[in-house]
């Protein structure tokens, strides 16, 4: 089984800025857009990023499988220690056709069910955003430095909550889980940014509402928890990544450090179930 280490996560995000940068190809250009079997969108840069991503973990880790977004196929399931690599080659393709910038290539280490190792990068940001248990969470500087991030503990009594929201989806249940909440500003964003700039420190929750799969999430959800926050579902548990022949994700908040209020705890209960 692979040992989580900082070479090993060095080496992971070398992959995917390698993605990263075809992607940017493509995106520098005009491209063809197709649509899959479930209607969402395809490129050329998602299909040139998850070649370089599959082909490049095959080298590092033999023995542990990936499932990616592009090829779901060849999936098998976990090896006999309980790891497996998800990756998703290029999340946010509709900000990509929409040249908005806010795509990443999200790659994860998944041991047993959660998320242990995690790289995000949004190349035509220039961010970069990774994790692994044991050794925490970081931001890599334009000099390209490491910086250690974390996440905020909640706003304090009489200030919003910072809040963001999907640029692609949106859904009924937002409303009311807002009200719930109290006070708050909303903002925007597209792929696992949101979840990244929980992690940062830039804003307080995310609650997502509409369906995304195991791929969106994995990657930024470890980036999450060892910067301190939580990616948990409406009940408070944890995403588990334990059967992956079950894509989809159930509706899910990321918070930053722990510390919402019982009051808030209940009021989201009765607004939304919780």
Known sequence: MPT????LLKSVEQLACEAGEAIMQVYRRE????????????TEADTAAHMIIARGLQALTPEVPVLSEEDTQ???GANAEGFYWLVDPLDGTKEFIKRNDEFTVNIALVAKGQPVLGVVVAP????????AEGLGAFKISVDGQWQAIQASSPPLEGQPWRVLGSRSHSDPRMRAWLE??????IQPMGSSLKSCFIAEGKAD????????SLWDTAAAQAVVEQAGGRVVTLEGQPLSYATPKQVL???FVVWGKEGITESI??????????
């Open 31 to 42: 491209f063809a857009v197709e649509l899959k079997d479930d209607n969402s969108p395809l």
């Open 265 to 274: 705890k209940e009021s989201l209960k009765a607004g939304v179930q919780y």
């Open 180 to 185: 719930a909440l109290g006070q708050y500003e």
């Open 124 to 131: 035509a940001l220039g961010l970069t955003y990774l994790a």
């Open 249 to 251: 994700n159930p509706d």
């Open 4 to 7: 989580i280490t900082t070479a």
């Open 74 to 76: 060849s999936f098998n």
């Open 205 to 212: 929750v995310y609650p997502r509402f509409g369906p995304t």
